[in-house]
């Protein structure tokens, strides 16, 4: 299993950026993914989920309005679109496979990638 993250960068207070996850090694669309941060000195921080077909979002109350999961299975690619960004957004972010079709408070992770790190500075 390999899950590939893309995209991040260095974007001012207000700018939007799409991450990019591609994943290989088994069947993408069998499985629900999710996005999971860790800012500077902070520990990991759950972002945003989808199921298995793209059916069903989840999101963390300060991302909600502003970030948005999406999945294409026909790609085996999981993406996040971060708008309104903000300094709080500064993080590495990963890209998990959950074990199951559907995210549940709780749910396992069983493989991660190595991270796209996203600055938000003017």
């Known amino acids: 299993v390999q899950l590939v993250e893309s995209g991040g960068g260095l974007v001012q207070p207000g700018g939007s950026l799409r991450l990019s996850c591609a994943a290989s090694?088994?069947?993408?669309?069998?499985?629900?993914m999710t996005w999971v941060r860790q800012a500077p000195g902070k520990g990991l921080e759950w972002v945003s989920a989808?199921?298995?077909?793209?059916?069903?979002?989840y999101y963390a109350e300060s991302m909600k309005g502003r970030f948005t999961i999406s999945r294409d299975n026909a790609k085996n690619t999981l993406y996040l679109q971060m708008n309104s960004l903000k300094s709080d957004d500064t993080a590495v972010y990963y890209c998990?496979?959950?074990?199951?079709?559907?995210?549940?408070?709780?749910?396992?992770?069983?493989?991660w990638g190595q991270g796209t790190h996203v600055t938000v500075s003017s």
């Open positions: 998990a496979k959950v074990t199951g079709s559907y995210y549940y408070t709780g749910v396992s992770y069983d493989y």
């Open positions: 989808i199921s298995w077909n793209g059916g069903i979002t």
């Open positions: 090694g088994f069947t993408f669309s069998d499985y629900a």
